[in-house]
C-alpha cells in the first residue's frame, strides 16, 4: 500500500504527467498521438510519463491496430485520497505548536 | 473542459486557555510566527506581500506566497497561502471565552477545477496536491 501511494505520489509531482494524466480524465481514452499533441512535447518524452503513470496504475493502455489507448484509472487516487483523510494534520500539529509557544510567553 | 467546482475549506476551531491579545502576538509577531509555524516576513498591514518558507522537498521548493488579507487587531487576521499555482486563503478568528479564547483557522478557496471527474474519489487531486504540499510543509 505505501509502495503504491509512494508511486502515485511520485507520478503525480510532475506537472507535464499530471497534465497528461488530466487530460485523460477529462476527454477519456487517447492515443499516444492525441496527448504528444496536447502535451506539446515530443512523443518518447509522452510515452516515458505514460511509462510511469502506468507503474502508479493511473493509467491502463489497450492495443487496437497500430495504436495505443491509454484511459485514466482515478480509482488508483484511492490510496492517497485515505492518505489525505489526515490531511488536517499539518494545522493540527501546527495547533499544538501554538499552544505550546503560548505557554512559554509573557501574559 | 474546465468547470468550476466548489471550493474546499478546512476548518479547525481550539479553545486556547490564553487572552486574544496574547494569542494576536503568536499570530503576528514574525519570530514568534516562525516558532510555531514556518520562518517569514508577515508584517500585519493589509496588502503587505511575504512568504512562508520551509526546508523544501522533492517536488516542493517549500515557499508559500501569502498577501496579508484582513487585519483586525485580537479578533481576526486573514492572508492568502499560495504555491505551485494552488491559492487559497488562511483565516484566524479569535473569540474571547470565559477562559480564555477561541481559536478558529479556517483555510478556504482550494481550486478545484475538475472534481465532477472522480467519481471514485472524495476529493479532487488537486485538492489532494495542495494539501500534500501543506502536511510536506510540516515534516520541516
Known amino acids: ?107 | 473542459m474546465t468547470t468550476t467546482a466548489p471550493t474546499h475549506t478546512l476548518v479547525i476551531d481550539r479553545e486556547m486557555a490564553h487572552p486574544p491579545e496574547k494569542i494576536w502576538r503568536a499570530l503576528t509577531q514574525g519570530p514568534l510566527i516562525e516558532q510555531w509555524l514556518m520562518t517569514n516576513d508577515f508584517q500585519p498591514v493589509v496588502g503587505h506581500r511575504f512568504s512562508f518558507r520551509a526546508t523544501p522537498v522533492p517536488g516542493w521548493n517549500g515557499v508559500i506566497d501569502s498577501e496579508v488579507l484582513v487585519v483586525e487587531p485580537n479578533s481576526q487576521l486573514s492572508y492568502s497561502w499560495g504555491t505551485m499555482g494552488m491559492e487559497s486563503a488562511v483565516t484566524w478568528t479569535l473569540t474571547p471565552t470565559a477562559v480564555g479564547t477561541h481559536v478558529r483557522m479556517e483555510q478556504s478557496g482550494f481550486r478545484s477545477e475538475e472534481s465532477h471527474e472522480y467519481k471514485g474519489a472524495t476529493y479532487g487531486w488537486r485538492n489532494f496536491i495542495g494539501n500534500l504540499e501543506r502536511v510536506a510543509g510540516g515534516l520541516s
Open chain 1, 1 to 107: 500500500m505505501q509502495a503504491a501511494a509512494d508511486n502515485v505520489f511520485r507520478a503525480l509531482a510532475d506537472p507535464t504527467r499530471r497534465g497528461i494524466f488530466e487530460e485523460m480524465t477529462r476527454h477519456g481514452e487517447q492515443t499516444v498521438h492525441a496527448l504528444t499533441r496536447y502535451a506539446g512535447v515530443s512523443q518518447p518524452a509522452v510515452s516515458k510519463h505514460l511509462t510511469v503513470l502506468k507503474r502508479a496504475k493511473l493509467v491502463r493502455h489497450r492495443r487496437e491496430g497500430r495504436e495505443t489507448h491509454y484511459s485514466a484509472q482515478p480509482q488508483a487516487l484511492a490510496p492517497l485520497v485515505d492518505w489525505m483523510s489526515q490531511y488536517g494534520a499539518f494545522w493540527r500539529e501546527r495547533f499544538d505548536r501554538l499552544e505550546n509557544l503560548l505557554e512559554r510567553m509573557d501574559k
